[in-house]
Protein backbone atom coordinates (compact mmCIF):
# COMPACT_ATOMS: atom_id res chain seq x y z
CA UNK A 1 0.00 0.00 0.00
CA UNK A 2 0.86 3.69 -0.43
CA UNK A 3 0.87 6.48 1.86
CA UNK A 4 1.65 10.09 1.89
CA UNK A 5 3.46 11.87 4.80
CA UNK A 6 2.90 15.72 4.98
CA UNK A 7 4.78 16.35 8.06
CA UNK A 8 3.76 20.29 8.59
CA UNK A 9 0.57 21.15 9.06
CA UNK A 10 0.87 24.95 8.94
CA UNK A 11 3.72 26.96 7.73
CA UNK A 12 3.36 30.76 7.94
CA UNK A 13 5.76 32.55 5.82
CA UNK A 14 6.17 36.60 5.31
CA UNK A 15 5.10 37.32 1.80
CA UNK A 16 8.35 37.40 -0.61
CA UNK A 17 9.83 34.69 1.45
CA UNK A 18 10.83 31.19 -0.27
CA UNK A 19 9.04 28.37 1.28
CA UNK A 20 9.52 25.02 1.13
CA UNK A 21 6.42 22.42 1.79
CA UNK A 22 7.65 18.66 2.55
CA UNK A 23 6.45 15.66 1.37
CA UNK A 24 7.53 12.15 1.88
CA UNK A 25 5.76 9.14 0.81
CA UNK A 26 6.02 5.05 1.17
CA UNK A 27 5.19 2.97 -1.68
CA UNK A 28 6.69 -0.62 -2.39
CA UNK A 29 6.58 0.06 -6.15
CA UNK A 30 7.43 2.99 -8.50
CA UNK A 31 4.65 5.68 -8.12
CA UNK A 32 3.54 9.00 -9.77
CA UNK A 33 3.71 11.56 -7.76
CA UNK A 34 1.52 15.29 -7.14
CA UNK A 35 0.86 18.46 -5.74
CA UNK A 36 -2.66 19.34 -5.50
CA UNK A 37 -3.27 23.06 -4.13
CA UNK A 38 -6.99 24.06 -3.12
CA UNK A 39 -7.69 28.06 -2.64
CA UNK A 40 -10.18 28.44 0.11
CA UNK A 41 -13.82 27.58 -1.02
CA UNK A 42 -12.84 25.51 -4.09
CA UNK A 43 -11.82 22.75 -5.66
CA UNK A 44 -8.47 20.93 -5.93
CA UNK A 45 -5.76 22.32 -8.98
CA UNK A 46 -3.09 20.29 -9.85
CA UNK A 47 0.37 22.16 -9.41
CA UNK A 48 2.56 20.04 -11.01
CA UNK A 49 3.36 16.17 -11.20
CA UNK A 50 6.12 13.61 -11.93
CA UNK A 51 5.59 11.11 -13.77
CA UNK A 52 9.48 9.97 -14.77
CA UNK A 53 12.57 11.67 -16.39
CA UNK A 54 13.73 14.71 -14.83
CA UNK A 55 13.78 15.10 -10.96
CA UNK A 56 12.98 18.45 -11.05
CA UNK A 57 9.66 19.30 -11.99
CA UNK A 58 7.99 22.64 -12.44
CA UNK A 59 4.36 23.39 -12.10
CA UNK A 60 1.98 26.75 -12.89
CA UNK A 61 2.52 30.04 -10.19
CA UNK A 62 6.00 29.28 -10.07
CA UNK A 63 6.21 26.27 -7.63
CA UNK A 64 8.40 23.38 -8.54
CA UNK A 65 9.56 20.26 -6.81
CA UNK A 66 12.40 17.62 -6.60
CA UNK A 67 11.70 14.40 -7.16
CA UNK A 68 14.23 12.48 -4.71
CA UNK A 69 13.83 8.68 -4.80
CA UNK A 70 16.55 7.40 -2.13
CA UNK A 71 14.90 10.17 0.59
CA UNK A 72 11.26 8.75 -0.79
CA UNK A 73 10.86 12.42 -0.69
CA UNK A 74 9.06 15.22 -2.97
CA UNK A 75 9.24 18.91 -1.32
CA UNK A 76 7.78 21.52 -3.00
CA UNK A 77 9.22 24.88 -3.07
CA UNK A 78 8.68 28.54 -4.47
CA UNK A 79 11.52 31.54 -4.35
CA UNK A 80 9.04 34.05 -3.09
CA UNK A 81 5.80 33.77 -2.08
CA UNK A 82 3.04 36.20 -3.25
CA UNK A 83 -0.60 36.69 -0.56
CA UNK A 84 -2.51 34.84 -2.96
CA UNK A 85 -0.70 31.78 -2.68
CA UNK A 86 -2.58 31.15 0.81
CA UNK A 87 -3.83 27.98 0.19
CA UNK A 88 -4.12 24.31 1.59
CA UNK A 89 -1.49 22.11 -0.74
CA UNK A 90 -1.83 18.48 -0.64
CA UNK A 91 0.88 16.05 -1.57
CA UNK A 92 -0.18 12.62 -3.45
CA UNK A 93 1.29 9.69 -4.96
CA UNK A 94 -0.78 7.10 -7.51
CA UNK A 95 0.06 3.51 -8.55
CA UNK A 96 -1.14 4.42 -12.02
CA UNK A 97 -1.91 7.89 -12.11
CA UNK A 98 -6.08 6.70 -11.50
CA UNK A 99 -6.56 5.79 -7.51
CA UNK A 100 -4.60 8.84 -5.93
CA UNK A 101 -3.77 8.60 -2.15
CA UNK A 102 -3.59 11.83 -0.90
CA UNK A 103 -1.47 13.82 2.37
CA UNK A 104 -3.19 15.16 5.24
CA UNK A 105 -2.17 19.04 3.33
CA UNK A 106 -0.45 21.70 4.33
CA UNK A 107 -1.44 25.26 5.10
CA UNK A 108 0.29 27.98 3.95
CA UNK A 109 -0.27 31.79 5.42
CA UNK A 110 1.57 34.33 3.95
CA UNK A 111 1.72 36.82 6.44
CA UNK A 112 2.75 40.53 4.99
CA UNK B 1 -8.96 21.34 -21.71
CA UNK B 2 -10.70 18.32 -19.71
CA UNK B 3 -13.56 19.37 -17.42
CA UNK B 4 -15.26 17.42 -14.81
CA UNK B 5 -18.21 19.01 -13.40
CA UNK B 6 -20.87 18.56 -10.53
CA UNK B 7 -24.12 18.71 -9.35
CA UNK B 8 -25.59 20.46 -7.24
CA UNK B 9 -22.77 22.38 -5.67
CA UNK B 10 -24.14 22.64 -2.49
CA UNK B 11 -27.02 20.91 -1.17
CA UNK B 12 -28.99 20.97 2.47
CA UNK B 13 -31.47 18.25 3.81
CA UNK B 14 -32.97 16.74 6.30
CA UNK B 15 -31.51 14.03 8.48
CA UNK B 16 -33.39 10.50 6.92
CA UNK B 17 -33.50 11.79 3.62
CA UNK B 18 -31.41 11.11 0.24
CA UNK B 19 -29.12 13.12 -1.64
CA UNK B 20 -28.05 12.61 -5.07
CA UNK B 21 -24.77 14.28 -6.24
CA UNK B 22 -24.20 13.62 -9.97
CA UNK B 23 -20.57 13.93 -11.15
CA UNK B 24 -19.73 14.24 -15.61
CA UNK B 25 -16.80 14.53 -17.47
CA UNK B 26 -17.62 17.60 -20.16
CA UNK B 27 -15.11 16.46 -23.07
CA UNK B 28 -13.58 12.77 -22.64
CA UNK B 29 -14.66 9.89 -21.63
CA UNK B 30 -14.23 8.14 -18.45
CA UNK B 31 -14.79 4.19 -17.54
CA UNK B 32 -13.66 4.94 -14.12
CA UNK B 33 -14.47 7.57 -11.85
CA UNK B 34 -13.41 8.45 -8.03
CA UNK B 35 -15.07 9.63 -5.10
CA UNK B 36 -13.92 10.99 -2.50
CA UNK B 37 -14.94 12.73 0.80
CA UNK B 38 -13.21 15.68 2.84
CA UNK B 39 -14.26 16.56 6.59
CA UNK B 40 -13.62 20.21 7.30
CA UNK B 41 -9.63 21.03 7.36
CA UNK B 42 -8.69 17.50 6.58
CA UNK B 43 -7.70 15.97 3.36
CA UNK B 44 -9.68 14.06 0.88
CA UNK B 45 -10.64 10.49 1.86
CA UNK B 46 -10.79 8.27 -0.95
CA UNK B 47 -14.22 6.27 -0.94
CA UNK B 48 -15.05 4.73 -3.60
CA UNK B 49 -13.99 3.91 -7.29
CA UNK B 50 -16.98 3.63 -9.54
CA UNK B 51 -16.62 1.44 -12.96
CA UNK B 52 -19.02 1.91 -16.08
CA UNK B 53 -20.53 -1.15 -16.32
CA UNK B 54 -20.25 -2.89 -13.26
CA UNK B 55 -20.19 -2.58 -9.42
CA UNK B 56 -18.39 0.23 -7.83
CA UNK B 57 -15.04 -0.90 -5.49
CA UNK B 58 -15.41 0.51 -1.96
CA UNK B 59 -12.81 1.25 -0.15
CA UNK B 60 -12.39 -0.13 3.58
CA UNK B 61 -14.74 1.39 6.52
CA UNK B 62 -17.13 2.31 3.79
CA UNK B 63 -20.79 1.51 3.58
CA UNK B 64 -21.77 0.35 0.20
CA UNK B 65 -25.41 0.47 0.83
CA UNK B 66 -25.34 4.13 2.63
CA UNK B 67 -23.49 5.51 -0.71
CA UNK B 68 -24.68 3.93 -3.63
CA UNK B 69 -22.90 4.77 -6.55
CA UNK B 70 -24.19 4.43 -10.34
CA UNK B 71 -21.71 4.65 -13.52
CA UNK B 72 -24.74 5.10 -15.92
CA UNK B 73 -22.42 5.83 -18.85
CA UNK B 74 -19.02 6.62 -20.38
CA UNK B 75 -19.47 10.15 -18.89
CA UNK B 76 -22.01 10.12 -15.73
CA UNK B 77 -21.13 8.89 -12.36
CA UNK B 78 -23.77 8.92 -9.13
CA UNK B 79 -23.50 8.95 -5.96
CA UNK B 80 -26.48 8.98 -3.13
CA UNK B 81 -26.06 9.36 0.03
CA UNK B 82 -28.77 7.39 1.53
CA UNK B 83 -30.70 8.40 4.92
CA UNK B 84 -28.36 10.84 5.55
CA UNK B 85 -27.41 12.02 8.99
CA UNK B 86 -25.36 15.40 10.16
CA UNK B 87 -22.24 13.37 10.83
CA UNK B 88 -22.47 12.34 6.88
CA UNK B 89 -22.14 16.20 6.17
CA UNK B 90 -19.07 16.66 4.05
CA UNK B 91 -17.64 18.27 0.87
CA UNK B 92 -17.85 15.19 -1.68
CA UNK B 93 -15.59 15.29 -4.75
CA UNK B 94 -15.41 13.26 -7.68
CA UNK B 95 -12.34 12.72 -10.18
CA UNK B 96 -11.79 11.53 -13.40
CA UNK B 97 -9.02 10.29 -15.09
CA UNK B 98 -8.45 11.12 -18.89
CA UNK B 99 -6.40 8.68 -21.26
CA UNK B 100 -3.71 9.15 -23.34
CA UNK B 101 -2.55 6.79 -25.86
CA UNK B 102 -3.70 3.60 -23.79
CA UNK B 103 -2.12 4.73 -20.53
CA UNK B 104 -3.36 7.29 -17.81
CA UNK B 105 -2.53 11.43 -18.35
CA UNK B 106 -3.72 13.26 -15.41
CA UNK B 107 -6.87 13.31 -13.25
CA UNK B 108 -9.27 15.76 -13.61
CA UNK B 109 -11.20 16.62 -10.20
CA UNK B 110 -14.67 18.28 -10.01
CA UNK B 111 -15.68 21.49 -7.74
CA UNK B 112 -16.82 19.84 -5.01
CA UNK B 113 -20.17 19.00 -3.65
CA UNK B 114 -20.98 20.63 -0.12
CA UNK B 115 -23.41 18.54 1.73
CA UNK B 116 -24.85 19.44 4.83
CA UNK B 117 -27.15 17.14 6.58
CA UNK B 118 -29.58 19.30 9.57
Known amino acids: AQSVTQLDSQVPVFEEAPVELRCNYS??????LFWYVQYPNQGLQLLLK??????LVKGINGFEAEFNKSQTSFHLRKPSVHISDTAEYFC??????????FGKGTRLHILP | GAVVSQHPSRVICKSGTSVKIECRSL??????MFWYRQFPKQSLMLMAT?????????EQGVEKDKFLINHASLTLSTLTVTSAHPEDSSFYIC??????????????FGPGTRLTVL
Open chain 2, 95 to 108: SAPRLTGGSTDTQY
Open chain 1, 27 to 32: SSVSVY
Open chain 1, 50 to 55: YLSGST
Open chain 1, 92 to 101: AVSVNGDKII
Open chain 2, 27 to 32: DFQATT
Open chain 2, 50 to 58: SNEGSKATY
